[in-house]
């Protein structure tokens, strides 16, 4: 009877994908603890109604979850915690790469998804504190090669594909804090399933491959190894993907 979670983005309000994803996480609870958590880092796109929506909606479908929840926006001091933790080993360096910056470098072809070229990770220590001490704005990257060489390899286990060996080198130097904000998604979802005892992670199969990443992050904050699940995401008749941008259904 593991503990599952939900971990919508209020966004927007929840559509049937997001529906499913909810039920998914309840039955592989089986009895046991589905949580609802609510990832609204992202505190310019997130709004408090979306998230009263979301609540109403999970209760209208018979899949209310224990309260209090948590929200990711009240826990930022946290995040900042684990971040520090990271830079003060070196495992993490400033990004000062702009929205145009990145998409010019990413835009050339690569194999697989979209991984960041590594601009600012070749910077010279004077040159980031220069910047940073400039007001330069600044995000903060994993250095995966570096925090790889620290954890060796590791594994994790899917319910569906078995034990997997972890490649987060294939998703590149990940985002660990915004430049307005100190996390990412990465970051806080690692932290968050670990903090709140989270057995088994259900979510959809787009962001398989992000596990690969939470995975190391694991690693390096000493934290506990859940199971995952990714179950396969809805599509419409068209063979789209449910989407909040689309106001799909
Ligand atoms: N907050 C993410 C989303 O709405 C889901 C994160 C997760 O389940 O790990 O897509």
Avoid: N
């Avoid at 060796?152 to 307005?180: M, N, Y």
């Amino acid at each position: 009877m593991p503990v599952t979670r939900f971990a919508p983005s209020p966004t927007g309000p929840l559509h049937i994908g997001h529906a499913h994803s909810a039920l998914f996480a309840r039955q592989m609870a089986a009895g046991g603890t589905m949580l609802l958590r609510l990832e609204d880092i992202d505190i310019t796109r997130c709004r408090p109604e979306y998230a009263a929506a979301i609540e109403a909606d999970l209760a209208w479908l018979g899949l209310a979850c224990p309260v209090p929840v948590r929200r990711q926006s009240e826990h930022f001091a946290e995040y900042r915690q684990a971040l520090e933790r990271l830079i003060a080993r070196g495992l993490a360096y400033p990004c000062f790469c702009t929205r145009a910056q990145l998409a010019a470098a990413m835009a050339a072809p690569h194999a697989g998804e979209p991984a960041y070229p590594g601009t600012c990770r070749t910077l010279a220590p004077a040159e980031r504190a220069e910047r940073i001490a400039g007001g330069a704005a600044h995000g903060w990257r994993l250095d995966v090669a570096a925090a790889l060489a620290e954890t060796g390899p590791l594994t994790w286990r899917d319910l569906d594909h078995g034990v997997i060996a972890a490649a987060p080198l294939e998703c590149g130097d990940v985002l660990i804090a915004r430049k307005d904000i100190p996390a990412s998604y990465h970051l806080a979802v690692t932290w968050d399933d670990a903090l709140q005892g989270v057995e088994l992670v259900t979510r959809g199969a787009d962001l398989f491959a992000a596990t690969h990443i939470h995975r190391l992050l694991q690693a390096l904050l000493d934290l506990a190894v859940p199971a995952w699940r990714h179950h396969p995401l809805l599509l419409d008749a068209q063979g789209r993907r449910f989407a909040k941008r689309d106001r799909a259904r």
